[in-house]
């Protein structure tokens, strides 16, 4: 144990550190101005780390599946906009840096509130509660317009002129520099907060709901706890959102991102701390990465997501902490080979599969916007009948030899467990 | 009066359009204890199956078609991908089904493309069935009537008067007894799987030009089914039933109500004259806020009776 500590504050340190000079590594000496694209999604993955992991306060932690998380982050949102406003015409004297917070006890208010209706059952009738709430949630911003604006959404203008450090957060810099100071604030304190008796009684009522009852706990009351101050972190994630974009619609509050939580929060991997953070940027990257690429990003992200249930229910965090005991071992090597030889056809697969997904989509999609497949720069036609076939025969060929290939790896994998674990029961 | 009438009518049509895609996402629920987020999808594949199997061969095989197509997805879903989920417990279960939606969204809007379809109601049934206080009955509303009625009846014999409907009964409120006196409860998941798809595609032939075949067809009519099913009640088709027409009902009724609670409070002298959130809300014309009342009915059954209106265990 004592070994690991300081190699995870290293991780964490060198994660800050990577967030910190980004923007500087695209950062244009030319034109002396920062990449607008590459602020705007390092801005995105931090709102979303946030929200990522303030949702596995609940799913990883406390074992609650809540479909109404984008919910808390919305009305934070929907409420630092009004905040902004006030500070705005000299009518709420806060600070800029300060502003979140509020957001953060708007969020924590309506989870008050849900988290007292939803909290009083368990298991499938508290996902459907979350998600009869998410949708009243929804439809009420779509029609009610003055908290909320209906369609158009409310908005503001950030420059406040209050601020602690005499920023103005005119520039988008300045505003990832604030996002970041939060993410890694709100980082910490939900990192304390796994450490605390009420984390550690979260973690027992997700386990063993009847026996944390038998102990005297009084388990809806630490579900409830834990549902109203991840709201509070949504909030604070809303808040950053309402500030970056100075525009908040239902969008903010919509199923959608709900959905994506869970996605970042299972995707990361939801039993390790660290684990949604990861999601978050990866999902990000995805969906800003790729969708400039490709209209289908949707799929990919739904293969991705069902072959990590299917196939790594522990998610990518989880996939890493199996080969701990191997690497502890010092076996690690004898996984590169192995790992190779899966890598190769289960690259060709992938290869067939975005075949076979981007001539579909160009067939229909791409020919509506009038865009045309360009592959190396040559301009494919999704109507010939070679590029189909190409495809068709990668993904089987590719599909039916990375099965053999992955038979193999699986023995090895098993050799390799097999030598470890005696070590393990030692330790 | 008439008023009255007519939404009545309607509310049956679409009460019956519910009960034929919340009957089998029951029948899912209550056996197998996974919530299919995918049937909403399965509905919308029904729609654009029936689409293009009407085109090519008519909208009648179409009717029969589309959903043995859906069936068999339903049944290839189950085999090959939820009974191998199932061993990581019910969290994964759910959530396979919830990545299903995102796949299947995408896939139809990359088949199909983004626009609405042009599915029309046939021209033989496209004529007024009867006029009723000046408005006119179309006859395809009647024919949706008549085809979910013959469901029900299907379904009913299926269940009661079959082997196979007894085990699924069996199964459905006592699914470790069933597997233990020997039946093979996996086989009856596929079979209850893939019916329940087929019926979410017959959902779709029918409701598919009825309503609007589009790509959020499937987001539009998901947590509505999902109201009824909880509403209704774990284990219970009848409550289903009920459910089903009620929520039908209520959202036909909703539109046409254009009171708000000021309206109500008028007789009593009490005006609000400023304009904030309270008096927005308290203004709100009971059409406006249609769409809310079956989530609020959702949220208060569950907070005050967790087994829905006729359900046999608690979800």
């Known amino acids: 144990m004592s070994g690991r500590r300081p190699t995870q504050s290293v991780i964490w340190i060198a994660a800050l550190l990577a967030a910190m000079s980004m923007p500087w590594l695209f ?127 409310v908005n503001a203008n950030r420059m406040i002129g209050h601020s602690l450090f005499g920023l103005k957060y005119a520039s988008a810099i300045q505003v990832y520099y604030l996002i970041l100071a939060w993410v890694v604030l709100a980082t910490a304190a939900m990192f304390f907060l796994t ?34 101050l991840s709201g509070f972190f949504a909030g604070i994630g809303g808040g950053l959102y309402a500030i970056t974009y100075e525009i908040v619609t239902f969008d903010a509050l919509a199923a959608p991102l709900s959905a994506n939580a869970l996605l970042m929060a299972y995707i990361g991997g939801s039993a390790v701390f660290g684990g949604p953070l990861l999601g978050a940027v990866l999902i990000t990257l995805l969906q800003s990465g790729v969708s400039l690429l490709s209209n289908s990003w949707l799929v990919y992200v739904g293969v991705l997501f069902i072959t990590m249930v299917m196939f790594a229910p522990n998610g990518i965090m989880g996939l890493v902490q199996a080969h701990r005991p191997v690497a502890r071992a010092g076996l690690l090597g004898q996984l590169a080979l192995p790992y190779l030889r899966v890598m190769l056809p289960g690259l060709l697969m992938v290869l067939g599969f975005v075949g076979l ?25 999704v109507h010939a009948l070679s590029p189909w076939i190409i495809s068709m025969v990668l993904l089987l060929g590719g599909g039916s030899w990375f099965r053999v290939e992955a038979r193999a790896f699986h023995l090895v994998w098993e050799r390799l467990m097999g030598e470890v674990a005696p070590a393990r029961a030692l330790a | 009066m008439e008023i009255v009438l007519v939404s009545l009518l309607n509310g049956l049509v679409y009460g019956m359009l519910l009960f034929m895609l919340a009957s089998g996402l029951t029948l899912i629920f209550s056996m197998m204890g996974v919530l299919n987020f995918a049937h909403a999808s399965i509905y919308m594949i029904g729609a654009y199956l029936a689409f293009t199997v009407s085109r090519l061969i008519g909208f009648f095989p179409a009717l029969i078609v589309a959903p043995i197509l859906c069936g068999l997805l339903g049944a290839a879903i189950e085999v090959w991908g939820l009974r191998r989920v199932h061993s990581n417990g019910h969290v994964a279960e759910l959530l396979f089904t919830f990545g299903l939606v995102f796949i299947i969204q995408r896939s ?48 009913w014999l299926l269940l009661k008067k079959t082997r196979v409907g007894m085990v699924i009964r069996a199964a459905l409120t006592h699914p470790q007894m069933a597997s233990a006196l020997g039946h093979n409860v996996p086989v009856v998941f596929t079979i209850v799987f893939a019916g329940g798809c087929m019926l979410a595609g017959l959902a779709g032939v029918i409701g598919g030009n009825y309503q609007t075949t589009e790509p959020g067809m499937a987001d539009a009519m998901g947590p509505i089914v999902f109201v009824v099913v909880v509403f209704g009640g774990l284990g219970s088709l009848l409550g289903c039933f009920i459910a089903s027409i009620l929520m039908g009902m209520i959202e036909t009724f909703a539109v046409v109500i254009n009171t708000s609670m000021l309206d109500l409070l008028k007789p009593l002298g009490i005006t609000l004259a400023d ?41």
Not at chain 2, 116 to 124: C, F
């Open chain 1, 195 to 228: 450490q605390t008796p009420l984390g550690r009684m979260a973690n027992a009522t997700r386990d063993n709901f009847e026996r944390a009852q038998f102990m005297g706990y009084d388990p809806r009351m630490v579900r409830f706890l834990q549902f109203a």
């Open chain 2, 108 to 155: 139809v809007q990359m088949i199909w493309g983004m626009l609405p379809m042009a599915y029309r109601v046939p021209p033989s049934l496209d004529f007024s069935l009867f006029t009723f206080y000046g408005e006119h009955f179309p006859a395809y509303r009647g024919f949706m009537l008549l085809v979910s009625a013959g469901m029900l009846l299907a379904l």
């Open chain 2, 275 to 315: 304009s904030n959130l309270f008096t927005e809300i308290m203004a709100m014309p009971v059409a406006r806020i249609g769409a809310l009342l079956p989530f609020v009915m959702m949220i208060v059954i569950l907070l005050f009776r967790p087994r829905g209106l006729l359900g046999t265990r608690d979800t």
């Open chain 1, 357 to 381: 997904v981007e001539l579909t989509s160009f067939l229909t999609i791409g020919a509506a916007q009038g865009k045309t497949l360009v592959l190396f720069g040559n301009s494919i036609d």
């Open chain 1, 27 to 153: 950062y244009n000496y030319h034109t002396g101005r920062h990449s607008g694209f590459v602020l705007s999604m390092l801005s995105q993955m931090g709102m979303m780390s946030i929200l990522a992991l303030s949702y596995n306060m609940l799913l990883g932690q406390a074992g609650l599946f809540s479909f109404c998380h984008a919910t808390f982050f919305g009305i934070g949102g929907y409420a630092t906009i009004h905040f902004l406003n006030m500070a705005g015409s000299g009518g709420l004297p806060a600070p800029m840096e300060l502003i979140p917070v509020l957001s953060g006890f708007s969020g924590l208010g309506l989870a008050v509130v849900f988290g007292y209706m939803a909290t009083k059952q368990r298991a499938t009738a508290f996902a459907m509660i979350t998600l009869g709430i998410g949708e009243l949630m929804t439809t009420a911003a779509l029609s009610f317009h003055h908290f909320f604006g209906g369609e158009g959404g």
